[in-house]
């Protein structure tokens, strides 16, 4: 099932008292529906390859049953513009094994850096909080794109260092 309701004025509702299972979706598309929370009905939602959740009010760190959502078939993914802090016990490395395009810029993303799946080619992450080293992880990457807004790599501090108002931007060949 495909579902498109993004930028629309509606409000979804994340909460229900229905036992009513959701639908399987492979297509899933809520951005700037004024979500506060990630919805529930997300959990078992093993086969979504297409996630667009930007633009909404989500607040707080990413849970940890997100990460189970689409683990071998999501290939994209955007959780842009949201109040979003860090996450509920992360990976070492995102657990999306198909993931090509990955977006959580302009949110509240503390600590360091996340590594994502080797298969992405898209990773944008810039007007966050984060700090700390560039994970080594990163470079098992064959192809990536990583794009900010701005660069300021603090070199005398160490080569990896990142500064910690500023995101970097990364092409990998």
């Not at 959701?22 to 996630?51: E, H, R, T, V």
């Not at 955007?78 to 657990?95: E, W």
Request: charged share 15%; proline share 6%.
């Amino acid at each position: 099932m495909y579902l498109r309701l993004s930028f629309n004025k509606l409000s979804v509702l994340t909460k229900t008292n229905s036992s009513a299972s959701p639908p399987k979706l492979i297509s899933l598309w809520l951005a700037s529906c004024n979500l506060g929370q990630f919805p529930k009905f997300l959990q078992g939602q093993d086969g979504l390859m297409y996630l667009d959740l930007a633009f909404n009010n989500i607040h707080g760190q990413i849970p940890q049953w997100f990460w189970k959502i689409g683990t071998q078939t999501l290939l994209y993914l955007d959780l842009a513009h949201n109040f979003l802090t860090g996450f509920d016990q992360p990976p070492s490395v995102l657990p999306w094994s198909s993931l090509l395009a990955l977006n959580m810029s302009s949110n509240r993303l503390n600590g360091s850096l996340p590594v994502p799946p080797f298969s992405t080619l898209l990773y944008t992450i810039s007007d966050n909080s984060l700090s700390g080293e560039i994970p080594s992880l990163i470079c098992n990457l064959s192809l990536l794109q990583v794009s900010a807004q701005a660069e300021k790599i603090d070199r005398s501090k160490g080569e990896n260092k990142l500064d910690t108002e500023h995101m970097f931007f990364l092409i990998k060949i």
